[in-house]
């Protein structure tokens, strides 16, 4: 099986026109219905030279890009033919009232049994840029994933000088072995799980792996003196990822479905879940330059994939330079090293909105929520393989997160179904301790609890999500689940209430879905909770969501039908 994203060098460019770069303009009318089929199945997918039987969307591997304007109503049938259990979450869409849409298992629903299915309707409203989709079950999410493009309502130009051509950049991971297998070993191992193989960009490795071939690199065709808009989604399951073009600046024009102040830069650090959405000038002398990306690994001592993943950006001029029958090698661009925090922080710290916004001042909840790691003591009569005999895992506000099986907890709310989940999950650490500093031993083990923390319908939100050293410092990409939020500030060491209030960005923060909490370090978001239902807020390295670093927010209804959930689809699936 080979992805329509796979394009082979001097390729026809009308068809790489057809099936890989989106056009600037479509045949959208105002407010449209789109209707699609995602089948979720087992194909035999080739990487490495090597053939697995891999789960996919429509037999595609990135699946099906959906292009939609803000406005429009998506309705996606999902059919589950795989051996496992599946769940599709529209990652960074509001999902306003519509919670039973969002996707992960046993939060907001129960999964897609294999042999099952069901329809996800959800409206986007007032979000423009790129978003993308994937499994919320799981491991899947290493395989199942697609870029959303939400494009302007029709006759809304971009904030920004039009674009010739759109081109989804989708970072990825690959496994030399099935993924689920992978987290099922650890599991029992209690050890951390072996890293990747390979990082890809649009399902394919690029020609830096051994045992690659020119199919396993993507080709991007360009004209001299385009601009392009490239659409960067890290789908990557556990790495933040630095991403660079040789010979090319980039301008960063818009993240997470929202639109930024331009600015330009040479690499970008983009965390997994994030979006990233930059101009390209293609005004270099003609020839094939590549583009690459690998990881920003922030942990002391833990392992990481530390391969690079390329494609190539190929001026249509220079033709098909070859010496000795072989393509001419692409230029490569200077990546940070892996562990450069400094350009990661730079990078981050750049980003803000397009103007003055409105940041909610009249805070109603303040909230301070640890986010690390931690270590368990192995069960009687097992032997485990994490440090020192331990397991592995990862928690907020010492609760690490279990999730229940036979009630989602959205369901369970809604039919007032008990024992399910608890509504004490802890405005502040249970413990306060210097969080980054050395630790007690006492500290480093977790309650496991199913735990929400309730808000009233528009209340104003100030969340502080602060690393901790337990274990291991590490940089977290934090989102939540039906919501977008401002970043007010971050930095590192311990928040400083007396100090720190003084660093916050009351006029232009950026508006994002997935904040990167610095190693060692906090940041401040704030929010209002103007969204009904359980809305999970997790790490979106998926190894730390499967240790319990996770909790929820449950909002409660507001006055009358807009501020109350919408009654449960007829087929939500059961557990």
């Known amino acids: 099986m080979e992805s329509y994203y796979t394009l082979r060098p001097c390729f026809s460019h009308l068809l790489l026109g057809l099936l890989f770069l989106f056009p600037l303009y479509s045949s959208f009318t105002a407010a449209e219905v789109h209707y699609h089929d995602f089948v979720v199945q087992a194909n035999p997918v080739k990487r490495l030279c090597k053939t697995l039987n891999t789960i996919t969307v429509n037999g595609q591997l990135p699946g099906p890009t959906l292009v939609v304007r803000n406005g429009d109503t998506l309705v996606v049938n999902v059919v589950n033919r795989a051996q496992y259990n599946v769940t599709i979450h529209w990652h960074g869409v509001r999902q306003m009232r519509t919670g039973w849409a969002d996707g992960p298992e046993f939060v907001t629903q129960c999964p897609i ?143 997470d479905a929202a639109y930024t102040k331009p600015f330009t830069t040479s690499v970008l650090m983009i965390a997994p879940g994030q979006t990233t959405n930059v101009l390209i000038t293609t005004n270099q002398p003609p020839g094939r330059y590549y583009m690459a990306a690998h990881a920003y690994a922030s942990a002391q001592g833990a392992p990481f994939d530390n391969t690079t993943t390329t494609a190539i950006l190929q001026y249509k001029s ?182 720190d209030t003084a660093k916050f960005n009351l006029i232009d923060p950026p508006l994002r879905n997935t904040v990167g909490v610095p190693v060692g370090g906090w940041s401040v978001i704030r929010f209002v909770a103007d969204n009904p239902g359980v809305w999970l807020v997790h790490c979106h390295l998926d190894v730390h969501i499967t240790w319990g670093l996770a909790m929820a927010f449950l909002v409660e209804n507001g006055v009358g039908k807009l501020q109350s959930i919408e009654p449960p689809p007829a087929d939500l699936p059961v557990c």
Not at 123 to 137: D, F, K, N, V, Y
Request: include cysteine.
């Open 113 to 255: 049994r294999p042999g099952g299915r069901y329809t996800y309707r959800f409206t986007i409203e007032r979000q423009e840029g790129t978003l993308w989709w994937h499994a919320h079950s799981s491991w899947l999410r290493a395989t199942v994933y697609g870029a959303l493009i939400i494009r302007p309502k029709l006759n809304n130009p971009y904030p920004f000088v039009n674009p010739k051509r759109e081109i989804p950049i989708i970072l990825g991971e690959w496994w030399d072995a099935n993924p689920i297998n992978v987290v099922r070993q650890a599991a029992i191992t209690g050890a951390a799980p072996n890293v990747s193989d390979a990082f890809t960009i649009n399902g394919q490795p690029g020609d830096l792996y051994k045992c690659t071939s020119p199919s396993d690199t993507v080709i991007i065709p360009v004209d001299s003196g385009e601009t392009i808009l490239l659409r960067i989604i890290n789908a990557a399951l556990n790495n933040e990822l630095f991403f660079a073009i040789a010979g090319h600046r980039m301008t960063v024009v818009g993240a």
């Open 318 to 499: 220079a033709g098909c330079p070859t010496e000795g029958g072989q393509a001419s090698k692409p230029i490569l661009p200077t990546l940070p090293a892996f562990n450069d925090t400094g350009s990661a922080t730079a990078f981050t710290s750049k980003i803000r909105s397009p103007s003055r916004v409105k940041v909610p001042t009249n805070i109603d909840v303040n909230l301070f929520f640890t986010v690390g790691l931690g270590l368990v003591n192995c069960p009687p009569g097992q032997r485990c393989q994490g440090p020192n005999g331990t397991r592995f895992t990862a928690s907020m506000n010492n609760n690490s997160f279990v999730l229940p099986s036979t009630f989602s907890i959205l369901q369970a709310h809604y039919l007032g179904v008990p024992g399910i989940f608890t509504t004490d999950f802890p405005a502040v650490p249970p413990v306060q301790f210097d969080y980054t500093g050395n630790v007690s031993r006492a500290l480093w083990q977790p309650i496991p609890s199913t735990k929400v923390f309730k808000l009233k319908y528009g209340s104003s939100v100030q969340l502080v999500l602060q690393d901790t050293s337990i274990f291991s410092t590490e940089n977290h990409p934090m989102h939540i689940h039906g919501y977008h939020f401002y970043v007010l500030a971050d930095g590192f060491g311990n928040f400083n209430p007396g100090t």
